[in-house]
């Protein structure tokens, strides 16, 4: 038998939706996001077990959840018990694809490759695309070093990285705008062979524009990479809408699951575009016609998967894909897409509001079309602040260049953002 915590004397299984009517009254509608999320909260024991823990940190990564817990002490008993649970884990497998597909609004389950995170499904894809020397590519110049990395790692092969600067009109004027197709076209010509792109900004929070960016440029035959890392599971998101080439997410972050998990989207028009090249890393499970007997014939073609499937390996990691099946379900069906994204923007800005009334700049957009839901980057010191929050006022949260960045998961409340103004009222009267 294996233990798993309680909460509150309540099952997970029991945490459903206390009322999903909805209402045109805006107040009517923040107490029914309120009241359901606050129900979901108990499934995190480090957030509603501990008053001495105010966590404001979900866009690194959430603290894990008994939904995702279940999945993997069931993964863990399997492996214990059963003599060849590979098969019930690959079933596992392609049901989580499927959800994912959903999740994102793919066209096919053969559009998604599962990867072990951001990193190597944006990689593969950088590997993956053809250009000759001459050719450049455009990012901006905060964007995730994980995509930027990538592409001036083929500088070497005759590779121009272009970065579209935004830090210096940020110095001049102290604010972060989100970047659509108007700020990258200037750096785009007849050679530019792809842009990179976060849907949301890691950095900043900003909401980019990567559907205006697809629209001027992807008729252009310039493909369109987006990292939507902080996108997946924390807003609606719709892969075919935005006109992407490829997105590639980590899986634990909106999604919560263990680290070592992630994905890779590749559009079928993007994919006969790229015409056949070759992956990066070449596994039998990208092979097509690979022999049953796992005997190679050295003379035969090799065919691959023409589409997403060739970047998968056939290791990979099982356990992240129960947990990924577990919770992207529990995200679809219970906790809700529109209404994650409604309760995260709703908390968001009542921090706004409140640190307005005490002074503190928040940076970014305010408009809800151009920033995230979740992530709200406070303008302060963060030496100071970041030393004081952490110690007095027991908050978890991320330093970064522009300031003290918090971020909000299913898993917050209102009363959190209370408590941490209270944080920030402390220092502030000092």
């Known amino acids: ?35 359901k999320f606050a129900v979901h909260r108990r499934l995190v024991p480090l957030v509603s077990q501990n008053e001495d823990v ?59 490759a599962f990867t072990r995170d951001t990193t190597e499904g944006l990689g593969g894809f950088i590997r993956f695309m053809p ?29 121009e990285v272009r970065q579209v600067p935004t830090i210096p009109d940020f110095e001049k004027t102290g604010q972060i705008t989100a970047i659509d197709a108007e700020t990258v076209r200037p750096y ?30 992807r008729p252009r035959g310039i493909h369109v990479l987006a990292d939507v890392s902080q996108h997946v599971g924390i807003a609606r998101l719709d892969v075919q809408a935005l006109g992407v080439s490829a997105a590639a997410f980590s899986l634990h972050k909106g999604l919560n699951c263990p680290t070592g998990i992630g994905a890779l989207y590749i559009s079928p028009v993007a ?14 499970a990208a092979v097509r016609n690979m022999s049953e007997d796992l005997v190679v014939d050295g003379g035969k073609e090799v065919e691959m998967f023409p589409d997403a499937r060739r970047f998968e390996h056939q290791n990979m990691s099982l356990v992240g ?27 968001t800005e009542v921090l706004r509001k409140e640190c307005e009334r005490l002074g503190i700049r928040v940076l970014g957009p305010r408009e809800r079309s151009r920033r995230a839901p979740h992530i709200c980057v406070l303008d302060l010191e963060p030496e100071g602040w970041g030393a004081y929050l952490r110690g007095l006022g027991g908050v ?15 898993f917050n409340s209102v009363d959190d953002v209370k408590r941490f103004v209270r944080v920030l009222e402390s220092r502030v009267a000092k």
């Open 1 to 35: 038998m294996v233990s798993r915590p309680l909460v509150n004397r309540t099952s997970f299984k029991h945490c459903s939706s206390v009322n999903t009517s909805s209402s045109n009254d805006d107040v009517d509608e923040e107490k029914r996001l309120s009241e």
């Open 54 to 112: 105010i966590f404001l940190n979900a866009a690194s990564a959430p603290p894990s959840n008994l939904i995702v817990h279940e999945a993997i002490t069931r993964y863990s008993a399997e492996a214990l018990y059963e003599a060849y649970p590979y098969t019930k884990w690959r079933k596992t497998r392609e049901e989580a694809r499927r959800l994912i597909v959903r999740c994102i609004n793919a066209e096919a389950p053969e559009t998604i």
């Open 131 to 159: 250009f000759q020397p001459g050719d450049n590519v455009v990012v901006i110049d905060t964007e995730h070093p994980n995509q930027v990395y990538g592409w001036l790692a083929l500088r070497a092969a005759g590779l």
């Open 188 to 217: 785009v010509d007849a050679h530019t062979r792809a842009i990179g792109i976060s849907s949301i900004s890691f950095d900043g929070g900003q909401l980019n524009d990567v559907a205006s960016i697809c629209a001027a440029f």
């Open 271 to 284: 994919f006969a575009q790229l015409g056949d090249p070759t992956p990066p890393i070449v596994n039998m």
């Open 321 to 347: 894909v129960v947990a990924a099946k577990a919770f992207t379900r529990f995200y679809l069906e219970v906790l809700g897409p529109a209404d994650v994204e409604a309760f995260l923007y709703y908390l």
């Open 396 to 410: 978890r949260f991320t330093v970064n260049r522009l300031g003290i960045r918090v971020s909000f998961g299913f």
